[in-house]
C-alpha cells in the first residue's frame, strides 16, 4: 500500500541518497558527510537572511557539500561529483512533484503539476510567464531564477547548471518518447549569460490519440 497520494506525494530521503552517491566517488565517504553536516549549520549562518528559509533548507546540504569537497579535489572533479549526486536527488524529488507514481501520467497531468510546483514548492520564488499552453505544446519563461541567485551570491553559479540538467532529466523522462524538452536552442538559460531561462515541451501524440 502506498502511503503518498496526490495531495502528499513522495519525499525521499535526501541524506541517505547524498550518502549513498558519495560512497561511489570517495575513499571516506562517511567520514567526509558526517564532517559537512555537523559544519552545515555554521554554513548556514553564512547565507543572506533575504533568502527564504525554506529554500535555503533545500539546497544548503548540496552548496556546502560542493564548496568542501571543491577545497579538497579542486572544481572540475567536485562538480563531477556533485552532479551525479544532485541530478538523481532532483529527478526523485520531481518524480514526486509530478505524481508520477500517484496519477497517471499524461501530457495534462504534466503541466497541473508543473503549475502547482511553481505555486507551491520551492520554485514558487522564480519569477515565470506562460508564453503558449495547448494540446500539443507548453512555453513558459523564467525571468528570475532563485537557483541562480542563491549559488551566484555563494560565489559558485555553476550549481545553477545541475538543476537545469535536473529540468531535462524529469521532462525528457516523464513520458518517453510521447513528450520531448528543450529550451528553443543553446544558451537560452539563465545560467548561460540568457537574460531568461526557455521551457518547451511538446506533446507528440501516439497513433490514435485524438
Not at 25 to 31: E, I, Q, V, W
Not at 80 to 106: D, H, K, M, W, Y
Request: hydrophobic fraction near 40%.
Amino acid at each position: 500500500m502506498l502511503k503518498s497520494t496526490v495531495e502528499s506525494p513522495g519525499q525521499p530521503n535526501k541524506v541517505l541518497m547524498a550518502l549513498g552517491g558519495l560512497q561511489g566517488y570517495l575513499k571516506n565517504p562517511l567520514g567526509f558527510f558526517v564532517a559537512t553536516l555537523l559544519t552545515i549549520p555554521r554554513f548556514k549562518k553564512q547565507i543572506p537572511a533575504d533568502f527564504p528559509a525554506e529554500f535555503v533548507r533545500a539546497n544548503a546540504l548540496q552548496a556546502w557539500l560542493y564548496i568542501r569537497l571543491k577545497s579538497q579535489v579542486g572544481q572540475e572533479q567536485a562538480y563531477e561529483v556533485v552532479r551525479a549526486i544532485v541530478v538523481p536527488i532532483g529527478l526523485t524529488l520531481q518524480q514526486g512533484n509530478f505524481r508520477s507514481v500517484e496519477a497517471p501520467r499524461s501530457f495534462e497531468n504534466l503541466i497541473t503539476y508543473q503549475q502547482r510546483t511553481m505555486r507551491e514548492g520551492i520554485t514558487r520564488w522564480n519569477t515565470l510567464e506562460i508564453l503558449e499552453q495547448s494540446a500539443y505544446r507548453y512555453e513558459i519563461r523564467v525571468t528570475n531564477c532563485m537557483y541562480y541567485n542563491f549559488y551566484n551570491q555563494l560565489g559558485i553559479p555553476e550549481m545553477t547548471r545541475m538543476m537545469c540538467a535536473v529540468d531535462n532529466a524529469i521532462f525528457n523522462t516523464y513520458l518517453p518518447e510521447e513528450i520531448t524538452f528543450h529550451r528553443n536552442g543553446i544558451g537560452n538559460r539563465i545560467a548561460d549569460g540568457a537574460a531568461a531561462c526557455q521551457f518547451v515541451m511538446e506533446y507528440h501524440a501516439r497513433s490514435g490519440d485524438s
